[in-house]
């Protein structure tokens, strides 16, 4: 077993896992994978290891966690009610990349909740991530395994980059499938809404519930409201370098001429600067060769959307391992996965756009 300054770095064996599992029954940290991110791991009934999470992520205190279940019997644990809709959709999606609100119970720490009667659960399919909350006893209360306002990890690596010395152990289970975070559908009103789009779409909860509506504060950027889950009102997901998205008004899902022409426009006055190197394009592979330039950070396959999620917060960490300075994004189409991305670049792009 490896350790990085007091981290342990773990395999997802059954050992390993165990070695986790009792970590987390004393009131420690483990950060594990899941199929959508990786996980910063604590017990969700204590008080005190869920503080130790919003401290070692340097997250606001006020920005609850999920809490993560290996059976669906816990949710009449947690919740102090489930309605039919929720327990639809925890037989369609679960375990899956969907998180339901609802009435909290009163077991569950006001830390874990951020002060809020609703508790966030969500039941992983990570073969690793469930070992560990059965192996453990525990209900994990598990953010995003980065550092606040980082892109989240989808690596073991990112994790470490972030949080060594932090946390007590990392479970190594190799880079994730999904690459983008849960979807996140509150339950508490007569609608179900979606708060955080994900892997699981609109269309999708509404082939099971019928309609559902969409939290309007995460669809545009508005001073006057405020979004219902917590963690999406901060700027998130960024890199450090100046990222700008450039997309076509008359053709905002596809990469055309004029976006590509109006990029190596940006490349070219740029070539003049001492930062003329720092200039890079995030893109797909398909439109990779179009560029005048050599410094790519590609995406996935434009017309395979599960390939970008799958790669977007690896680029744009990449993005600062490279030193960027200023980065130029193409923009995705918005359907089904495509709004998720689109959800993510733009709030890591701070919603800077330039329309051509
Ligand atoms: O895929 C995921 O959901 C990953 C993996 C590790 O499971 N977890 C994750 O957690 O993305 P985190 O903490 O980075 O994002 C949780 C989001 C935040 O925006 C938070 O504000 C929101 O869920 N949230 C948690 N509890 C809530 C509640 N009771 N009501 C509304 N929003 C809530
Ligand atoms: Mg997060």
Not at 254 to 266: A, C, F, H, R, S
Not at 268 to 291: H, I, M
Not at 294 to 319: K, P
């Amino acid at each position: 077993m490896d350790e990085i300054l007091n981290t342990k770095v773990l395999s997802d064996c059954e050992d390993d896992i165990s070695v986790a599992a009792s970590i987390l029954k004393s009131g420690g940290l483990v950060a594990f994978p899941t199929e959508t991110v990786y996980g910063l791991g604590g017990d969700a009934l204590s008080s005190s290891a869920a503080g130790a999470i919003y401290a070692a992520k340097g997250r606001p205190s006020d920005n609850p966690l999920i809490v993560h279940i290996c059976d669906t019997s816990s949710v009449y644990e947690l919740a102090k009610k489930v309605p039919e809709n929720a327990k639809l959709l925890m037989e369609a999606f679960w375990p899956g990349p969907l998180t339901i609100i609802l009435p909290k119970a009163d077991i569950v720490p006001d830390t874990t909740t951020g002060g809020l009667d609703t508790v966030a659960i969500r039941m992983p399919s990570h073969p690793a991530a469930l070992s560990l909350i059965r192996e453990s006893g525990v209900y994990i209360a598990a953010p995003s395994a980065n550092s606040s306002g980082r892109p989240s990890p989808t690596t073991a690596k990112h994790v470490s980059d972030d949080l060594k010395g932090k946390i007590d152990a990392i479970i190594d289970g190799g880079a994730v499938g999904i690459g983008i975070e849960s979807t996140i559908v509150d339950l508490t009103g007569d609608i179900p809404t979606i708060l955080r789009p994900g892997y699981i779409t609109k269309r999708m909860l509404e082939e099971i519930v019928g309609p559902v509506s969409i939290d309007p504060a995460i669809i545009e950027p508005d001073p006057n409201l405020r979004p219902k889950a917590p963690g999406m009102k901060y700027t998130h997901y960024s890199p450090s370098g100046d990222l700008t998205i450039i997309e076509d008004t008359s053709h905002p899902d596809k990469v055309t001429d004029n976006v590509i022409n109006k990029i190596n426009q940006l490349i070219r006055d740029n070539n003049s600067t001492s930062e003329s190197s720092k200039v890079y394009v995030l893109t797909t592979g398909d439109n990779a060769p179009k560029y005048d330039t050599g410094n790519i950070i590609l995406l996935g396959d434009s017309s395979d959307g599960v390939t970008v999620a799958a790669r977007l917060y690896s680029a744009l960490r990449e993005c600062d391992d490279k030193g960027a300075k200023i980065i130029l994004s193409e923009s995705f189409n918005r359907d089904e996965l495509g709004g998720a991305i689109m959800n993510r670049l733009l709030k890591a792009a701070g919603h800077k756009v330039i329309y051509v």
